[in-house]
């Protein structure tokens, strides 16, 4: 059994870990709900774009040209995939690490490892790839502080311009969707092609566009593919607060139950201690009487 002193110590060091979990679920906390506000602010703005483009598309008769959603043989496709650079946030960065891994090797195994061209942003998915030696095309900055639409903005167009160019047929991209502070669902979601469904409820206008319905179209659909990363990249970092400000909740009530543990067998340990103090001095006492 541990000496009194190391029981001693290891409460101290529990009690000061659960200090930092405390603090770090609070301000998790703190980010969740300006992240989350973020996220909920944007998303109207997001749907309404996507059902103007869908309602137009709905209303033209006969094809368009559109380049952004033209569907081709896949022979060639980006991955990208979002975690944060930071750890302590439960498995929300385990669970895209190998959502990423299982991508890559399906892609691999029916194109080829060079034609599979992978984007990472965020340093916990970057190390996962350097322990699997998957070479990276290009790192960009981790959404960890604050996502930024220029940088959605920087990531979109690149993505439109690999595509366009045909040096991709595919981008999909593996993420975190948020769904409550303690549920972030793992994603894989095809941003290119564009999908250009109607919607089942899309109204019929009678649209008038300049300079013409092509052009119109064609300078919308950027557009669209912009917000459609930024909500994502807005999605990724609300999951992350969630995923952390949960962790730190669970380590919290960990650290507390263990405290009361190492209360009762300290409690224990100094009963005993007592104990065979006493039995001493009775055995003492005793021995002088005979």
């Known amino acids: 059994m541990a000496s009194l002193k190391e029981i001693r110590a290891r409460i101290a060091s529990v009690a000061s870990t659960q200090k930092i979990t405390s603090a770090m679920k609070m301000v998790s906390a703190a980010k969740l709900k300006k992240a989350e506000s973020a996220t909920l602010g944007f998303v109207p703005y997001k749907t309404k774009l ?8 709905g209303s033209l008769e006969g094809e368009i040209n559109i380049p952004l959603a033209e569907h081709r043989d896949v022979k060639k496709v980006a991955l990208i995939a979002f975690t944060s650079s930071s ?10 690490c190998k959502l990423f891994k299982q ?16 984007y990472l942003i965020g340093k916990k998915v970057n190390d996962y790839a ?14 960890t502080e604050k996502p930024s639409y220029d940088r959605a903005i920087e990531l979109s167009d690149e993505m439109v311009k690999l595509f366009l160019e045909h040096k991709v047929d595919r981008v999909e991209v593996i993420y975190n969707h948020f769904k409550n502070s303690g549920v972030q669902i793992p994603q894989r979601e095809v941003v290119l092609p564009l999908k250009t469904d ?11 566009v300049e300079p013409d319905k092509e052009e119109f179209i064609n300078a919308l659909v950027p557009k669209v593919i912009r917000t459609v990363f930024y909500s994502i990249m807005l999605d990724t970092h609300t999951a992350e607060h969630g995923a952390r400000m949960t962790a730190m909740h669970i380590a919290s009530d960990n650290a507390d139950q263990l405290s009361q543990e190492l209360k009762i067998q300290y409690n224990k340990a100094r ?8 039995i001493d001095i009775v055995g003492g006492a005793e021995a002088l009487s005979k």
């Open 50 to 57: 996507s059902e103007a483009l869908s309602n137009y598309l």
């Open 87 to 96: 750890g302590l946030c439960g498995v929300y960065n385990s669970n895209i």
């Open 103 to 118: 991508a890559y090797d399906e892609y691999t195994e029916s194109l080829g490892k060079e034609n599979v061209v992978v």
């Open 130 to 143: 350097k322990k699997f030696q998957i070479p990276v095309k290009k790192q960009f900055e981790p959404v």
């Open 198 to 208: 109607t919607l089942p409820t899309a109204q019929s206008f009678d649209y008038l």
């Open 271 to 278: 009963q005993n201690v007592i104990t065979n103090e006493l």
